[in-house]
């Protein structure tokens, strides 16, 4: 069987799957990771924590521009017949917010780190100098930035976590192919068309 | 003509021996021993920014004796502590991260201390100082070189400047975001006796 790279109209190819899940992981290891280095009492903890927090920011933002491009060039595999007309409306707006926040983040990130009159260089994994943004700099830029991108990153939390709880929702309880067409494109939609 | 260049000669050569004849004529009459006052040192310190830049910040506080041997030149020495707490960089939250144990843990390695081992005289006003430094209970040898600036009125003052590798002394943070040479311009200024 030759491997499905592109997206049908019921299933997810291979780009489709390897983009969420990795993105995904990333993401949600980004918010802990943010999480847990405002809290880390060692000022070198907390510094290197920040430099690995920006390295996978920048890493996450290449990986959301491929998959944001991805998903234009692409068919979205229809709901399955079943769905209901709330789900049918709210599933779209979550997926469009959960975009929207995942190309926000990391340029809020960026943003903030530009206007920090600290000047720390940003070195994506020691690689190489990634230039700020040309955004004003000041405590009280840097300060709004901070905000901006920390309330996202609630945000963020409680719409990742729908998201979950939605998709083990139609695994556990509905018993249908939402989830596992995200694992493996092998597993196709019960009302899968011509394709 | 025979007497007008006989005078352009002689004025040339005022100019060109003039500067270092002076400085010897000081540092001969300089031998002795100077206590180091904060007014009128400071000990600066640059280390360079990926991409380019630096971050740039001093020491307020620091104590030391300078001993200037003429017969010896290689009897001299020189002997600086500094209070890493008073380090300043112009933001408040750089230089608590730089007293924190993340860098100096200045609560409990309160000083930054250098002894020469040898001065040895390379011209007329200066000289490379050999010495070991400690910081955070490591010890490494380091050479700086100095320069005399001025002597007057039992004051001395020195230009001293010298390249450190602080990964040597457990404060390799931040590498290779921030470099791991830690460029010193010192003046230092010692008052006799």
Redesign the interface.
């Given at each position: 069987m030759a491997l499905l790279i592109r997206n049908t109209g019921g299933r997810y190819g291979w780009i489709a799957i390897l983009l969420h899940w990795s993105v995904g992981l990333l993401f949600i290891g980004q918010i802990v990771l943010g999480l847990v280095m405002v809290r880390t009492t060692?000022?070198?903890s907390a510094?290197?924590l920040i430099?690995l927090h920006k390295s996978f920011g920048f890493l996450l933002f290449g990986l959301i521009l491929l998959r944001l491009g991805w998903r234009l060039a692409n068919v979205t595999p229809r709901l399955p017949a079943e769905t209901g007309l709330l789900e049918r409306r709210a599933a779209p707006a979550a997926h469009f917010a959960l975009y929207a926040l995942q190309l926000v983040l990391p340029l809020t990130g960026w943003a903030l780190v530009s206007a920090s009159?600290?000047?720390?260089?940003t070195?994506p994994f020691?690689l190489f100098?990634m230039?700020n943004l040309p955004v004003p700099i000041s405590d009280a830029a840097e300060g709004w930035w901070r905000v901006v991108h920390v309330y996202l990153a609630y945000a963020a939390i409680v719409l990742v976590a729908v998201h979950v709880l939605a998709a083990l929702r139609h695994h556990f309880w509905l018993r249908d192919i939402i989830l596992v067409r995200m694992i493996s494109p092998s597993r196709r939609c019960d009302d899968d068309g011509p394709e | 003509m025979l007497s007008r260049s006989l005078v352009i000669a002689t004025l040339a050569a005022a100019v060109v021996a003039g500067p270092s004849a002076l400085a010897a004529a000081s540092l001969s009459a300089a031998g002795g021993r100077y206590t180091i006052s904060q007014a009128g040192s400071s000990i600066r310190f640059s280390i360079g920014?990926?991409?380019g830049?630096s971050l740039d910040g001093a020491f307020a506080r620091f104590t030391g004796n300078i001993r200037v041997d003429n017969a010896n030149a290689d009897r001299s020495e020189v002997n600086i502590t500094i209070m890493p707490a008073s380090v300043g960089t112009g933001?408040g939250?750089?230089d608590?991260?730089l007293r924190?144990?993340?860098v100096f843990d200045a609560a409990n390695d309160p000083e930054i201390r250098f002894r020469s081992t040898n001065v040895r005289r390379t011209g007329e006003t200066t000289a490379t100082i050999t010495g070991n430094l400690t910081a955070r209970g490591k010890t490494s040898p380091e050479k700086f070189q100095a320069e005399l600036k001025s002597f007057a009125g039992g004051t001395i003052t020195f230009r001293v400047t010298g390249k450190v590798l602080r990964s040597r002394y457990g404060m390799d943070?931040?590498t290779?975001?921030y470099s791991n040479v830690v460029e010193f311009d010192m003046t230092l200024s010692g008052r006799r006796g």
């Open positions: 060692s000022q070198r510094f290197e430099q009159v600290l000047e720390i260089p070195m020691d100098v230039p | 920014k990926a991409g830049g933001q939250r750089i608590a991260f924190s144990d993340a943070v931040g290779p975001i």
